[in-house]
């Protein structure tokens, strides 16, 4: 049922009637069960214990470009917002990521996971060591929200229902698996749990009430595929070049490379 519904709003096949805000909501989650980044083989290594440190360590160091991006990809999204009530709502994620004062937020926690692994702080901040592959898709992201209309830019950050999930697993397995990690290294999950939900919801409400048309629905649906590929992609390219076949390209990190004195390899 739920499968017939998700195709019968697929860009190849034209939605020819308006889903009831459950039948949406059920498509939506739908594209998560078959599309969501829990399924990429890189992160069923990672949160299985199969990775190396220097594997762990170039997620982290990728990761921490989509980390930067988010509020400039929350604050473009922000800037179009017609109404004070959904700018109040909305401008939490920045306050989430970019904290109130120097010290405090997600992006400040990313960059303590990173340091736990073992990067100099001002290494990673420079992003010179990410994947090209990284930076294109996170940037493909921010385009996305700045261009497409508001119903799927907002709906491009859908992503988030399934998260929570992902993150409680990624936590236990990291924990259970690897010697190098520590609670306090993974502290930034421990926000995302509640933060998650609570802007999931919010933004689910918006797009069931003003995905008004078959074709409306439709443009939901597909930027939530194209947000589950924004993050397969940065899968797909630490998995090429630090999994197998192990191609790094000749300008990302390489082993050794900006770490902390003392931080063993
Ligand atoms: O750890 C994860 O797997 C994961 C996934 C996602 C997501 O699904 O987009 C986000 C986050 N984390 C996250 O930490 C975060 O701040 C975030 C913001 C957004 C967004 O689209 O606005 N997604 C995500």
């Not at 195709?7 to 039948?23: K, Q």
């Not at 940065?234 to 090429?240: G, N, P």
């Amino acid at each position: 049922m739920t499968a017939s519904l998700a195709l019968s709003v697929s860009p190849t096949e034209p939605a020819d009637r308006l889903l009831s805000p459950a039948e949406l909501e059920a498509a939506l989650r739908d594209i998560g069960a078959r599309r969501y980044h829990n399924l990429h083989p890189f992160h069923r290594l990672l949160h299985d214990g199969k990775l190396d440190k220097d594997q762990v360590r170039a997620w982290a160091l990728n990761r921490y470009y989509y980390q930067a991006m988010i509020p400039v990809k929350d604050a473009t999204l922000l800037a179009r917002l017609p109404d004070a009530n959904l700018r109040r709502v909305w401008r939490q994620r920045i306050v989430d990521h970019d904290g109130d004062h120097e010290g405090d937020g997600g992006i400040e926690r990313w960059l303590k996971l990173a340091e736990g692994v073992g990067f100099e702080r001002d290494y990673v901040l420079s992003t010179k060591g990410i994947l090209s592959a990284t930076r294109f898709s996170v940037e493909a992201y921010v385009h996305f929200v700045a261009e497409r209309s508001l119903l799927e830019a907002i709906a491009s950050s859908l992503t988030e229902m399934f998260s929570p999930t992902i993150i409680s697993e990624r936590v236990a397995g990291m924990l259970k698996n690897y010697d190098f990690i520590t609670r306090e290294t993974l502290a930034y999950f421990d926000k995302r749990l509640t933060q998650a939900p609570r802007d999931a919801d919010f933004a689910l409400d918006y797009v069931t009430r003003h995905a008004l048309t078959p074709q409306q629905q439709a443009q939901a649906l597909d930027a939530l595929r194209f947000k589950c590929n924004v993050l397969w992609t940065q899968l797909d390219a630490l998995y090429f070049a630090y999994v197998s076949p192990g191609m790094i390209p000749p300008d990302a990190w390489r082993p050794g490379e900006g770490l902390r004195a003392g931080a063993d390899a």
